[in-house]
Each structure stands twice: as structure tokens, then as C-alpha cells.
């Protein structure tokens, strides 16, 4: 994408500008003076073209694992934004994975750094994968609990094609 490619609505104060960066990833940076979300003025959001249909059939739901804000230091993102007031979260979809973390602006560098750190080397211990799978598998339990739409979104996974990508693990364990 390039600051080109975005229309900024009529009045807008937001400003844009595209960076490309020495590894070949491309950002869009957005500054915008009136936006200050949950207290926080500072918001990173990256999206990966990477989802469960990527994932190899011998490993299913791996884009969701990595999907994960945990490592290398489990938790050790997510405690640091909390005792900061600020907080993050990732959502693995099928075709895409996206992550989202606030914080105040003077914390950013050392955020980024932190966010940067299971992107370049990821540790994926034991331990932290069985924790993964469990807080995977409760959240899909709950989701079934509350949700009509995952109930529906969960059967028509169960009655496609066995060897088609929609078939594939997304959240559980079954």
C-alpha cells in the first residue's frame, strides 16, 4: 500500500506517509492529533496475509499459535502494556492474522521493540504451546456457548469437503 493508495476523508486531520523497510515490509504510518483511544495516543496494527488455510495439514493451527502475543517471553508484551495502561491483541482469521496493540506515545519504541521480538525469533517452548492450545480451545468453547454465528460457522467447517482448506482446524480442539 502507499500513501497514494489512501483517501482521507473530507476535514481530516489525520495525516499519512508509507515506509518501506530495508527487510521489503511495507507500512503505513497515520498520525491523527484528535484520536486518543482508551487514554492511550499511540496504536500499531500489522496485518499478515497468513491464516488457517495456510497452515499444513500435519500442523493445523499454526497460524493461530503463531498468531499468539506470547513469545519469546510469554505474557511478557501484555504485562508490560498493562502496567502501562495500554494493552494489545491478535486475531487469526482464515486467509489473514492481525495484530493490535495500544500504548502512550513515549512508550513506543521500546512497544514496538517488544512487538518486533516473535516475529524475528520465536521460541515456541512446550509449555507454552500446551498453554496456547487450552486458552485456544476456551475461547472456543465460549464462543459456541454465546454465539449463533460460530455455531453455524463451526457446522458448515464440519460438513465440507475433508480435503478442502474450509475444513481445517480454526479454534478448539476438535
Same mark, same amino acid.
Given at each position: 500500500?502507499?500513501?497514494?493508495?489512501?483517501? *482521507?476523508?473530507?476535514?481530516?486531520?489525520?495525516? =499519512?506517509? !508509507?515506509?518501506?523497510?530495508?527487510?521489503?515490509?511495507?507500512?503505513?504510518?497515520? !498520525?491523527? *492529533?484528535?484520536?486518543?483511544?482508551?487514554?492511550? *495516543?499511540?496504536?500499531?496494527?500489522?496485518?499478515?496475509? #497468513?491464516?488457517?488455510?495456510?497452515?499444513? *495439514?500435519?500442523?493445523?493451527?499454526?497460524?493461530? $499459535?503463531?498468531?499468539?502475543?506470547?513469545?519469546?517471553?510469554?505474557?511478557?508484551?501484555?504485562? &508490560?502494556?498493562?502496567?502501562?495502561?495500554?494493552?494489545?491483541?491478535?486475531?487469526?482469521?482464515?486467509?489473514?492474522?492481525?495484530? @493490535?496493540? $495500544?500504548?502512550?506515545?513515549?512508550?513506543?519504541?521500546?512497544?514496538?521493540?517488544? =512487538? #518486533?521480538?516473535? $516475529?524475528?525469533?520465536?521460541?515456541?517452548?512446550?509449555?507454552?504451546?500446551?498453554?496456547?492450545?487450552?486458552?485456544?480451545? !476456551?475461547? @472456543?468453547?465460549?464462543?459456541?456457548?454465546? !454465539?449463533?454465528?460460530?455455531?453455524? &460457522?463451526?457446522?458448515?467447517?464440519?460438513?465440507?469437503?475433508?480435503?478442502?482448506? &474450509?475444513?481445517?482446524?480454526?479454534?478448539?480442539?476438535?
Amino acid at each position: 500500500m502507499d500513501v497514494q493508495d489512501v483517501i *482521507p476523508l473530507p476535514n481530516s486531520k489525520k495525516q =499519512f506517509r !508509507s515506509i518501506e523497510l530495508k527487510n521489503g515490509l511495507c507500512a503505513l504510518l497515520v !498520525s491523527d *492529533p484528535e484520536l486518543e483511544w482508551n487514554g492511550s *495516543p499511540a496504536a500499531v496494527s500489522m496485518a499478515v496475509r #497468513a491464516g488457517n488455510f495456510l497452515d499444513p *495439514p500435519e500442523a493445523q493451527g499454526l497460524a493461530h $499459535f503463531l498468531g499468539s502475543d506470547k513469545f519469546p517471553m510469554e505474557n511478557a508484551l501484555d504485562n &508490560y502494556l498493562n502496567m502501562h495502561g495500554g494493552d494489545s491483541i491478535a486475531a487469526t482469521d482464515d486467509d489473514h492474522t492481525i495484530f @493490535f496493540l $495500544f500504548a502512550e506515545s513515549k512508550l513506543l519504541k521500546h512497544v514496538l521493540d517488544m =512487538f #518486533a521480538r516473535p $516475529f524475528i525469533a520465536p521460541l515456541m517452548k512446550p509449555g507454552s504451546m500446551n498453554r496456547e492450545i487450552q486458552s485456544i480451545d !476456551s475461547e @472456543f468453547e465460549i464462543l459456541l456457548k454465546q !454465539s449463533d454465528t460460530h455455531r453455524l &460457522y463451526q457446522l458448515r467447517r464440519h460438513t465440507s469437503k475433508n480435503d478442502h482448506a &474450509y475444513n481445517r482446524f480454526t479454534a478448539g480442539t476438535q
